[in-house]
C-alpha cells in the first residue's frame, strides 16, 4: 500500500543554517505530496503541497520538489531560524484525494 | 480559511469513563478524519468519515466509536477509557485535499 517515509530526528541546526529533511513515498497511481508543520502545542498547519511531477512547492522560504523518478518530496530551506523550530510531517493523499498518509515526524530543533 | 474547531485544548479523565471529544468545521467538506499522536509513532489514523452518518475504521479503531450526525461535526468516543489511551487527538478535514487540522486535545486519563 502507499506509505511515506521521512528521515528520523531529532535534527540540531544553528540560526542560518541550511535544511534538508528528507522523504521518499511509496504510492500507486498519482499521488499529491505534503509538507505539514506542527508548532509546540498546536495542530499540523499544511506548509507546501506539490500535485504533480517536476511541481515545486513553496512557502515561507521553504521549497519541496515533487521527483518521480526518485519518488522523493525533499524538504529544503536555505536559511533557518529559531521560530522554525517544530515537527515537519511529509504525507501524501491518493489520487481520489481521500486516504492521506503521513510519515512519522522530523523534530527540528534551532538554536541562536 | 477553513477553520477546524475542537472543544478542548486539555481533558483530564478517570479510567472507566466514557469520553466524547468534539470536532466542527465551518467550510462544509465532506471527509473528516480522527487521528491520535504518540511520540514515534507519528499520526494514526483511528476513523474517518466521507458524509453524514457513514464511517470507517483507520488503523486503530479498538476502543473507540464516532458520530456523524451533522455534515460539520465529527465526534470521537472513547466507550471506556483507559490509561493507553492517554495521547494527542487530532481532527481533520478536507474536501479532496489537502486536510486541515485542528489544534488538538491533549486527553489524559488517570
Known amino acids: 500500500g502507499d506509505s511515506v517515509t521521512q528521515m528520523e530526528g531529532p535534527v540540531t541546526l544553528s540560526e542560518e543554517a541550511f535544511l534538508t529533511i528528507n522523504c521518499t513515498y511509496t504510492?500507486?497511481?498519482?499521488?499529491?505530496l505534503f509538507w505539514y508543520v506542527q508548532y509546540p502545542g498546536e495542530g499540523l498547519q499544511l506548509l507546501l503541497k506539490?500535485?504533480?511531477?517536476?511541481d515545486k512547492g513553496s512557502n515561507k522560504g521553504f521549497e519541496a520538489t515533487y521527483r518521480k523518478e526518485t519518488t522523493s518530496f525533499h524538504l529544503e530551506k536555505g536559511s533557518v531560524q529559531v521560530s522554525d523550530s517544530a515537527v515537519y510531517f511529509c504525507?501524501?493523499?491518493?489520487?481520489?484525494?481521500?486516504?492521506?498518509?503521513f510519515g512519522t515526524g522530523t523534530s527540528l530543533t534551532v538554536i541562536p | 480559511d477553513v477553520k477546524v474547531t475542537q472543544s478542548s485544548r486539555y481533558l483530564v479523565k478517570r479510567t472507566g469513563e466514557k469520553v466524547f471529544l468534539e470536532c466542527v468545521q465551518d467550510?462544509?467538506?465532506?471527509?473528516m478524519f480522527w487521528y491520535r499522536q504518540d511520540p514515534g509513532l507519528g499520526l494514526r489514523l483511528i476513523y474517518f468519515?466521507?458524509?453524514?452518518?457513514?464511517?470507517e475504521k483507520g488503523d486503530i479503531p479498538e476502543g473507540y466509536s464516532v458520530s456523524r450526525e451533522k455534515k460539520e461535526r465529527f465526534s470521537l468516543i472513547l466507550e471506556s477509557a483507559s490509561t493507553n489511551q492517554t495521547s494527542m487527538y487530532l481532527c481533520?478535514?478536507?474536501?479532496?485535499?489537502?486536510?486541515?487540522f485542528g489544534d488538538g486535545t491533549r486527553l489524559s486519563i488517570l
Open positions: 504525507a501524501l493523499s491518493d489520487f481520489n484525494g481521500n486516504q492521506f498518509y
Open positions: 467550510m462544509d467538506h465532506e471527509n
Open positions: 506539490a500535485t504533480k511531477a517536476d
Open positions: 504510492a500507486t497511481g498519482y499521488p499529491s
Open positions: 481533520a478535514s478536507s474536501l479532496r485535499e489537502p486536510q486541515h
Open positions: 468519515s466521507y458524509d453524514v452518518k457513514m464511517k
